[in-house]
């Protein structure tokens, strides 16, 4: 089996040097082709010239003065000839190296199914190698040691992440319900629509205020069970956050307890409303630094896996 992958391993390296030709080639065309533009400009322009020159002969021109002009001709034919021998040198290099990658391309058409099969053996070899006390077994150990606790700690900040993802949509439906413009300066009046006041603007108001009432402990939930999934990630999530529970907890029912009694406090929503906009900036810049965590967790990963591969084909080399 050895053998085998030493030999799918010999075409897949053969195959990674084909890529990188066929890179390298794509420039070299994609250079050689603004060449061939530029070329093709100035064999127009030496073509004219000639035209132009040539267009211009008269009868009666002075013998020393045809002379001239006749070599001025002769010059602009050369310089036109030049351009076209380059133009068309240009045109063969570009033919070849288009054949050239052709033939590479044809040849990777297979480099799918090569490195299928060589993950596949690899694998194979990996297992057998791991299962021994060499020193090569003992690294591949340690190394998968390394990648279960990076899949470990991403699947917690992961969670923390979906936790936040719930946890922000609780407190964005809080911040529109408090975001309008109130008019502090009525009571509910038991009922009563108070004076100058539109009815379906009134019972709006006071809806948003009770839906606002009704959806924060649902806040206070979702932001604790985000602390709590963050504590798996962070050793001191409130301190990380700034954000203490129980002080939200308290300011949120110290807000409502006033809403019952009263509903003058034109500030009191403001303040709650700056409170809740404050957590959801909070919560947001937490998310991305959960983001940018689970993905340098996947490349740190993706190299460990690299190094393990890199280890194994030593050995067969």
């Given at each position: ?8 391993l010999?075409?897949k390296?053969?195959?990674d040097?084909?890529?990188?030709r066929?890179?390298f ?5 994609y250079r050689?082709?603004k060449?061939?533009e530029?070329l ?6 030496e073509?004219?010239?000639v035209e132009?020159?040539e ?8 013998k020393?003065?045809r002379e001239?002009r006749e070599?001025?001709?002769e ?10 021998l380059?133009?068309?040198q240009?045109?063969k290099e ?5 054949f050239?990658?052709n033939i ?7 480099k799918p199914q090569?490195?299928a099969s060589?993950?596949?053996?690899i694998k194979?070899?990996?297992?057998e190698?791991v299962?021994?006390?060499?020193r090569?077994g003992?690294?591949l150990r ?6 279960l ?7 917690e900040?992961?969670?923390?992440f979906?936790q936040?993802?719930?946890?922000l949509q609780?407190?964005?439906l809080i911040?529109q319900?408090?975001?309008n413009?109130f008019?502090?300066e009525?009571?509910p ?11 379906v603007e009134?019972f709006s108001?006071?809806?948003r205020l009770e ?5 924060l402990p649902s806040?206070?939930k979702?932001?604790k069970?985000?602390?709590e999934?963050?504590?798996d990630?962070y050793?001191n999530?409130?301190?990380f ?5 129980k002080?939200f907890e308290?300011?949120s029912s110290?807000?409502?307890d006033?809403y019952?009694?009263?509903w ?11 409170e809740i906009?404050r957590?959801i900036?909070?919560?947001?810049s937490?998310m991305d ?5 689970v993905?340098k ?6 190299d460990?896996?690299s ?6 084909q030593?050995k067969?080399?």
């Amino acid at each position: 089996m050895h053998e085998e992958l030493k030999q799918i391993l010999e075409t897949k390296r053969s195959m990674d040097q084909a890529q990188k030709r066929v890179k390298f080639l794509n420039e070299e065309i994609y250079r050689s082709n603004k060449l061939l533009e530029h070329l093709a400009q100035t064999v127009d322009k030496e073509y004219r010239d000639v035209e132009a020159l040539e267009g211009t002969r008269l009868k009666g021109f002075l013998k020393k003065m045809r002379e001239e002009r006749e070599k001025q001709i002769e010059k602009e034919k050369q310089e036109y000839l030049d351009a076209v021998l380059r133009y068309n040198q240009a045109v063969k290099e570009i033919e070849l190296l288009e054949f050239e990658r052709n033939i590479l391309i044809d040849k990777l058409i297979k480099k799918p199914q090569i490195e299928a099969s060589f993950k596949k053996e690899i694998k194979k070899y990996e297992s057998e190698l791991v299962q021994t006390n060499s020193r090569l077994g003992q690294e591949l150990r340690k190394i998968d040691e390394q990648i279960l606790e990076v899949h470990l700690k991403n699947k917690e900040i992961l969670e923390a992440f979906s936790q936040g993802k719930k946890c922000l949509q609780t407190f964005w439906l809080i911040e529109q319900y408090l975001k309008n413009d109130f008019r502090p300066e009525y009571a509910p009046n038991h009922g009563f629509v108070p004076p100058g006041w539109n009815p379906v603007e009134y019972f709006s108001q006071i809806g948003r205020l009770e839906k606002a009432r009704q959806k924060l402990p649902s806040a206070s939930k979702q932001l604790k069970l985000f602390i709590e999934q963050l504590g798996d990630v962070y050793p001191n999530p409130e301190m990380f956050l700034g954000i203490k529970i129980k002080d939200f907890e308290r300011f949120s029912s110290y807000f409502f307890d006033s809403y019952i009694a009263d509903w003058r406090f034109k500030d009191r929503i403001n303040q709650l409303y700056k409170e809740i906009s404050r957590i959801i900036k909070i919560i947001e810049s937490t998310m991305d630094v959960l983001q940018n965590e689970v993905k340098k967790g996947e490349q740190s990963s993706e190299d460990l896996e690299s190094k393990k591969e890199e280890l194994i084909q030593q050995k067969l080399s």
